[in-house]
């Protein structure tokens, strides 16, 4: 079982917009900025979409935004397309139960 | 660009010692400033962190391993080492190396290898 809980799949039409949440504790998603998310395609290793809960890396589409309130996090994809279909993780630091850094179990994205 | 690429057996016998290598190039580890990672996935499972490593050697581990991980580091070779023991089919799994920035998010990661415990 994740450290982090996410929602098993997320589906939505090209062009919509799709919120995928990452719940945690106070110990980490609520307790610090240090919640990034991860996109991952079959086969694929894990790219980095999302770092400390908002900013986007170099080449990463301004369609992909982060947020956070509390102890949940989010990822939203804005105007979806056929590529986002993949598999996303988020991950924080929770250093208060000195675990280093946890995962959510992942969100499938489907592009109907 | 930095570029990591793991090596090592995909077969393991139970009980035996997991040993991979990551491989660094288009950057220093011993420049400093990043912690070097490995981070596992079991099969159709989520991610799991393993633990870092800095340049100086200074480690961190995942409390749930830290009694059968070894992470080293060859900046020589510019390359830093993952070794768990007594595994068992539990531990199969495509193991990933990836650069921490410090700030607990990975960037860039290895292409992966997945490591089979079976006899």
């Known amino acids: 079982q994740s450290a982090l809980t996410q929602p098993p799949s997320a589906s939505g039409s090209p062009g919509q917009s799709v919120t995928i949440s990452c719940t945690g504790t106070?110990?980490?998603?609520?307790?610090?900025?240090?919640v990034s998310w991860y996109q991952q395609h079959p086969g694929k290793a894990p790219k980095l979409m999302i770092y400390?809960?908002?900013k986007r890396p170099s080449g990463v589409p301004d369609r992909f935004s982060g947020s956070k309130s509390g102890n949940t996090a989010s990822l939203t994809v804005s105007g979806l397309q056929a590529e986002d279909e993949a598999d996303y993780y988020c991950?924080?630091?929770?250093?208060?139960?000195?675990?280093?850094?946890?995962f959510g179990g992942g969100t499938k994205l489907t592009v109907l | 660009q930095v570029q990591l690429q793991e090596s090592g057996p995909g077969l393991v016998k139970p009980s035996q010692t997991l040993s991979l290598t990551c491989t660094v190039s288009?950057?220093?580890?011993?420049?400093?400033?990043?912690?070097w990672s490995w981070i596992r996935q079991h099969p159709g499972k989520g991610l799991e962190w393993i633990g870092y490593i800095y340049y100086s050697g200074s480690t961190y581990y995942n409390p749930s391993l830290k009694s059968r991980v070894t992470i080293s580091v060859d900046t020589s070779k510019n390359q830093f080492s993952l070794k768990l023991s007594s595994v068992t089919a539990a531990d199969t799994a495509v193991y990933y190396c990836?650069?921490?920035?410090?700030?607990?998010?990975?960037?860039?990661w290895g292409q992966g290898t997945l490591v089979t415990v079976s006899s």
């Open positions: 106070s110990s980490d998603v609520g307790g610090y900025n240090y």
């Open positions: 991950s924080s630091y929770a250093g208060s139960n000195n675990l280093g850094v946890v």
């Open positions: 288009g950057g220093s580890i011993s420049s400093g400033g990043y912690y």
């Open positions: 990836a650069r921490d920035t410090s700030r607990w998010w990975f960037d860039p």
């Open positions: 400390e809960v908002s």
